[in-house]
């Protein structure tokens, strides 16, 4: 520890000595930042990463949970000011969802009554990982956050990161007991989706701001949306699950859909990692249906992909984290449907 | 160990960086510690403050935030130059002379960041959430420079 500064006060003929210190190290960072623009995934640099985010992990979490404690108090305290007028919004908004429950019901019976008629295949489960927000990015341009979730509990590169009210962001680096998030407003964040009604694909670009933006392949035609339109995972690329609800369409910004979010970063605290194999498509799988009594040609439904969204919302609380549909983007011979409910419940 | 104190409340205000402290329900930016740091150090005590411990301090926020490597270092780093070039000017000035200096320093850095993240992104970003955490720390500079100070007349030059 000496060596931090003691020693260095000694003498004068130091000072010049310190100055190429510096200039070399300077140099160093410099380097370091032309080889991360070029090799930013290169395995030394991300194995670097992991190891320090698995080793600052135990005092993030340590500090995590008083920061929590007070920002609850302080949340408990303008809750006091403010609960007639939330109440009266709360009634409000249970009375709609009474409504949404009650439709909800209905569809279920019905769709489980398609999937009796139609050849109907399990798509394979989502295994969901909880997990607590410990550490995020203070940083204006780089927009992340840490959980104390690793590889031990299975999560892995890519996976999708949900909390109760849409797509938190993805999985970039995995320690072995921690993990980062890149959040969809990061500059680097591109994320597949589409336009609920108004059948495009686009790719969410984060833009340091708040609100991400959808942008569209060049086309000819104009694509058209309009704002207040639901905004979901597509499932294209093969990397997240098909149908996490992102957010819904704020305004239209030169051809570019504007993104009202639906995770609030600014509250995200409890969270759940996606851990989900998207089904690849084989002959061999495609010939065995999970199902026995259905026949793989009876359901080559012709719908496009966007159209086959289904989703099954059950009374229960687990059902307000959004249900995980996914049906490869892919063409395939034979429709899947997915319904798999994340089993376990969120404290 | 006493003249390590700089280097461990630069990681310490890494640390705090990277926490989830969401000042004003997420409305205020956390300052930049390390930057007011490494800025009072160059002013007061180069000898506290090496390149070295500044190098890492800068790495560290680097992998804790997850922004390219050698961001953070080579802001640091040119700013402990500038400021350490301009030390005979500073020292013995009242605060108030500092504190402008301190803002100086904080907007050449945010310059810089800005430059080298547009850059690496390939669009212009947007310069609001960086001028409100510079903003932010210039304003907070006074509180620790207090501070600071008297950590460093008391505690670690009586050593």
Redesign the interface.
Known sequence: MEVLGQDRREGLGRRADSRVTLLTLFFVSVLLLLSSLYSAEASVFRKARETVVDAAAPALALFAGPINAVQGAVGDIRDYFNVLKQNEALRQENAELRQWMNEALALRETVASYEMLHAYYAPPAVRPINAIVIGESNDAFSHSMLVNVGSDEGVSHGQAVIDPSGLVGRIVDVGKAASRILLLTDVQSRVPVYIEGADVEGLLVGRTKARPAVTFTKSSEPVIFEPGQRVLTSGAGGVLPRGLPVGVVAEDRKGEAIVELYANYARTRLVRVLNYKFPTVEPDEVATPSDGAAQPEASSSSASPSNEETRTVQPTPQAVTPVTPASAAAPRPVRTEEEALPEEVED | ?K??T??LLGVVGV????????LG???V??PLLPLIIVFFWSVY???????????LI?L?QD?????????W??VY??T??IV?SQRSYFLGREQKVVWIGFAFAATGAALI?WL??SL??G?L??V???L??MATTVLTYPLFNFGFAHLQRRVIVEA
């Open positions: 160990m003249a390590a700089p280097t640390l705090l960086l990277a926490l989830p402290l969401r329900a997420g409305v930016p956390t005590g180069p000898s506290y403050l090496p390149a070295g411990s500044v190098f800068g560290l992998m804790l935030t997850g922004g390219p490597l050698g961001l270092p080579a780093l040119v402990q130059y350490i960041l080298v993240m690496m992104s669009v970003l947007p609001g959430a960086l409100a955490q």
